[in-house]
């Protein structure tokens, strides 16, 4: 299985290194010396990381036969590929592979079905499941354990069990107001309305 590892950035000073944009949860892994890697588009590759070192927080790869800032800036924008065994899994407990992840099912835990995890987005706070929802529309909902508390690659479904808003916000703010117009109606009359009531 190939999964994109990385994206090639600028040209950092004039020996042929370039900074990468991680894409990997163990870039230690997959971007050490001695990893070759195929490339998008393929004419770039396949590339041999020579070094790597990480300054000012940013990885930089140096790769061989890439020499001078020339032929560092011609790789710009190309993407890192590994070829990995599907079967593989993280050294960590409860670590997975974005390829395990994608397509789960997310489900509450009665069964009620939420959507599909589409993406999954790594913030440098923590990781986000973009989920595709049955009508098209989109959440976010964040890889915590807190509220995703089960994830079975068997029966491929991820078990959710999310804080009051996070999957239908607009459920509660029309239920909110209904209380308050229920509460309105309750009154003597005698409270102002506000003018952009029923808005």
Do not use: C
């Not at 950092?12 to 870039?27: A, C, F, L, M, N």
């Amino acid at each position: 299985m190939q999964l994109v590892v990385a994206r090639v950035g600028r040209a950092h000073g004039i020996k042929g290194e370039v900074t990468v944009e991680v894409r990997t949860d163990e870039p230690e892994l997959r971007l050490s010396p001695g990893a070759v890697l195929l490339t998008d588009p393929a004419t770039a590759g396949p590339l041999t990381v020579e070094t790597g070192r990480v300054h000012s927080g940013r990885l930089m790869l140096r790769f061989e036969g890439v020499r001078d800032r020339n032929a560092a800036e011609a790789l710009r924008n190309t993407l890192l590929i590994a070829d990995i065994d599907p079967e593989e899994l993280p050294e960590g407990e409860d670590e997975y592979y974005d390829h395990q992840l994608m397509d789960l099912d997310v489900v509450l835990a009665d069964g009620t079905e939420i959507g599909r995890i589409t993406e999954i987005s790594h913030l440098p706070s923590q990781d986000l499941f973009i989920v595709e929802r049955p009508d098209g529309t989109e959440l976010m909902i964040p890889f915590v354990e807190e509220i995703v508390t089960d994830i079975d690659l068997e029966t491929q479904r991820a078990v959710i069990d999310p804080p009051p808003g996070l999957i239908d916000d607009r459920a509660e703010i029309v239920s909110s107001r209904d209380e308050d117009a229920a509460q309105s109606d309750d009154s003597t009359g005698d409270e102002p309305t506000s003018g952009d009531a029923g808005a």
